[in-house]
């Protein structure tokens, strides 16, 4: 290679950075990382740090691309060059020189993208992980709907100081104060314990509330460990056969559940089903529970046909037992339509909430706990079927009827300020933040700072602050949120499994793309083992990994995988499924580098078609796509038709995320350069300048995007003056 030559291919230009390492002195990939890291805070010379893994996979011998984005790069060199300016090694020209470096990166990196877009490619749609927690959950509340204060467990009739205590008890879960109950029920255990001793049924349904209330306030495994211990010594006092004894069987298979031990809830579930059916019949009140409570573990082990079918049985049992206007019998009606969403009959499913919530509040206020709960469903199904206005207009009401009735910070009101906040991600961001940032606050006053419902908002906030503000600042927040998470509910649980999830989305959003790569197969590897290979955040795990393969191994190994993806989607749920159309779009992206722009074009034209029937044309999802069908039409025979199209993104986004948006600066910029292709240079040249200075305003002279949107500027124009 001469000394003004630049890499022709990936390989060269990994043979370079070998070159390079040997002119050094050969260091480390150990010491070159510590050395990253040392710098990372110097403001005099700002570096990204890396792993040690990065850096010697930059150096593979290999010809895929190094890296996605240049400041990962830009580091590794410096720590390279830093490391023989010490030794005093001489290094030749051009390998000392970063211009040279960054302009043979970019000019692969145009190689194999459109010429003049952004290293951060937008044919790598990622996929998204759910936020919100209404579908992972069961509802609060008392076991069958039953209010504690009505479960029949109190003391005798000339007790009447801890028949108060029952009462506080009761109140306390009618406010939704479940901190309250909780030391309730603690103290009415002590003084029942001292005057009627430890076996009495009073002492022991005090035990049960405990327990009961502390799945709310403290690690579900801590309250697991409490009805492990009441349940063995109802069935020593009691018998197999009193209702607290039952009781508490039912709560620890819930509580099973909730530690996401899914497998285990399952077979729990199963004994109480076969078991008490056999003593009691098939529409037993604890058994009909029981039933329900099967049916919501299938549906959180992704298995949602059977729940759908399983919550389609229930329903007439539970209407036949506890009257079709009972509140257990609304929320198993709730249920049953959620998990017809599931299948992806969202539209089905919300005519279904649409007329149960109207049923419900002829017989019940509006602002009744179980009223707000459906309200809060028929909110997520209207989201999901497209309509996002409606959807907001919805939590937002639900939110305030639930603040207005029971409390700011009661569990429901937060359920539902939690699911406002996940409706505004993708639209309005920055009332997303403030929404999760309120939620979590709130959570950890009442619950703590450890408890899965205050982790589950801060997980909300990092996806946000990616949005936002990166993945840097995002990814410092996820990885205390997992810390905890591993603490609490241990790394196998399938909120940690998606926290872990995010995490790699992160790392390669930073450009540590092979360490993201190993971690997501080892978290694709436990989500089959705990999940199921068809669960769908299974799916969204071997999604992820078919696009990292495109780097990897090429586009073809690419395509086969994310088709695999696509049978095993069908079989889950139906075709045009958002889930689906995700991966749709991605097949399409491979598709235009493997046969072109004219290949990809119908199939994210009719992706785009369906994201806006079922998500609307300001959801995220339906914007990208939008932006990559502008990027493949600039590429066709007619470019000029990406103007209106990008036209329109850029005009959403603006409105959506505000004029200062990464996203909406590289549509800013993506449009001008196809205005340049389509009108000449002299045409494009004050749009160029306009978008060159919302980078330096809004991002920084120093950021990448900035840096690389002068550089664009510069090859066109020859000044870096806007």
Not at 71 to 96: K, N, Q, T, Y
Not at 474 to 484: G, K, P, S
Not at 543 to 571: K, Y
Not at 587 to 615: F, H, N, W, Y
Request: hydrophobic residues 40%; contains cysteine; aromatic residues 4%.
């Amino acid at each position: 290679m001469s000394e003004a030559r630049m890499p022709q291919s990936w390989t060269e230009f990994r043979a370079s950075l070998r070159r390079l390492r040997a002119m050094a002195g050969d260091p480390t990939f150990r010491s070159l990382a510590e050395s990253s890291e040392r710098s990372a805070g110097n403001p005099s010379a700002p570096m990204r740090p890396f792993s040690h893994s990065t850096a010697q996979n930059y150096m593979d011998n290999r010809n895929t691309p190094v890296g996605t984005q240049w400041d990962p790069v830009r580091s590794v060199l410096i720590c390279l060059l830093r490391h023989a300016r010490e030794g005093e090694l001489p290094v030749e020209p051009p390998l000392d020189d970063l211009v040279w470096w960054e302009r043979g990166w970019q000019s692969l990196v145009d190689g194999s993208a459109p010429r003049g877009r952004s290293p951060r490619r937008p044919d790598a749609p990622v996929p998204a992980e759910p936020f919100g927690a209404w579908d992972r959950t069961p509802p609060d509340g008392s076991l069958l709907g039953v209010p504690w204060a009505e479960s029949g467990f109190g003391p005798t009739g000339e007790l009447e100081h801890l028949g108060k205590l029952f009462v506080i008890i009761g109140l306390a879960e009618e406010v939704g104060a479940p901190q309250l109950a909780c030391t309730s029920a603690e103290l009415l255990e002590r003084r029942a314990r001292a005057e009627l001793g430890p076996n009495h049924p009073t002492s022991l349904a005090a035990r049960y509330a405990v327990a009961l209330f502390a799945r709310h306030v403290r690690a579900p495994a801590a309250a697991l460990h409490l009805t492990g211990k009441v349940l063995d010594d109802c069935v020593r006092a009691l018998g197999e056969e009193h209702p607290l004894t039952r009781r508490a069987g039912l709560l620890r298979a819930e509580l099973t559940w909730r530690c996401g031990w899914l497998q285990d809830a399952r077979a729990e579930y199963a004994r109480l089903i076969r078991t008490d059916t056999a003593r009691h019949g098939p529409r037993d009140r604890i058994v009909l529970s029981a039933r329900r409570g099967g049916a919501m573990v299938a549906r959180a082990r992704g298995d949602w046909f059977s729940a759908r079918d399983m919550l389609a049985d229930l329903v007439p049992d539970f209407r036949a037992v506890f009257g079709t206007d009972d509140a257990a019998t609304l929320e198993t009606e709730g249920a049953y339509a959620l998990a017809v969403g599931d299948t992806g009959e969202i539209r089905s499913a919300r005519e279904s909430l649409v007329e149960l919530v109207e049923r419900a509040t002829r017989g019940m206020r509006p602002d009744h706990p179980t009223v707000l709960g459906l309200r809060r469903s028929l909110a997520a199904l209207t989201w999901a079927a497209g309509d996002q206005a409606e959807a907001v207009r919805l939590a937002e009401a639900v939110a305030a009827d639930g603040a207005r009735a029971l409390g700011a910070e009661h569990p429901g009101t937060l359920e539902s300020l939690h699911l406002l906040a996940v409706l505004c991600t993708d639209t309005e961001p920055e009332q997303a933040r403030r929404l999760f940032l309120d939620v979590a606050e709130a959570r950890e006053h009442n619950l703590g700072r450890d408890h899965p419902d205050t982790l589950g908002a801060r997980h909300g906030l990092a996806l946000v602050l990616n949005w936002l503000e990166g993945p840097a600042p995002a990814l410092r927040l996820l990885d205390e949120v997992l810390e905890r998470q591993r603490r609490v509910l241990g790394s196998d649980h399938p909120s940690t499994l998606g926290t872990r999830h995010n995490r790699c989305l992160m790392i390669h959003e930073l450009g540590d793309v092979e360490a993201a790569a190993a971690a997501l197969e080892r978290v694709h590897e436990d989500r089959e083992r705990v999940l199921g290979a068809e669960h769908p955040s299974t799916l969204a795990t071997l999604h992820r990994l078919a696009l990292s393969s495109w780097q990897s191994e090429g586009p073809e190994a690419a395509r086969a995988r994310l088709e695999d993806v696509l049978v095993r989607q069908e079989r889950a749920f139906e075709r045009d499924h958002p889930t689906a159309l995700e991966t749709w779009h991605a097949l399409a992206m491979v598709v235009r580098a493997l046969e072109g722009p004219s290949a990809a074009l119908p199939i994210l034209a009719r992706v785009l078609d369906r994201q806006r029937a079922t998500l609307g044309s300001d959801h995220r999802a339906t914007l990208r796509t939008l932006h990559n069908l502008a990027v493949v039409t600039d590429e066709s025979p007619d470019p000029r038709a990406s103007l209106p199209l990008y036209e329109e993104v850029l005009r959403r986004q603006q409105g959506l995320l505000g004029a200062g948006h990464p996203d909406t600066l590289r549509t800013a910029l993506n449009l001008a350069l196809a205005t340049a292709g389509a009108h000449g240079l002299a045409a494009a040249r004050t749009r160029f300048g306009e978008v060159l200075e919302l980078h330096r305003i809004h991002l920084g002279a120093s950021d990448p995007g900035t840096l690389h949107a002068q550089r664009v500027f510069v090859e066109r124009y020859g000044s870096e003056s806007a």
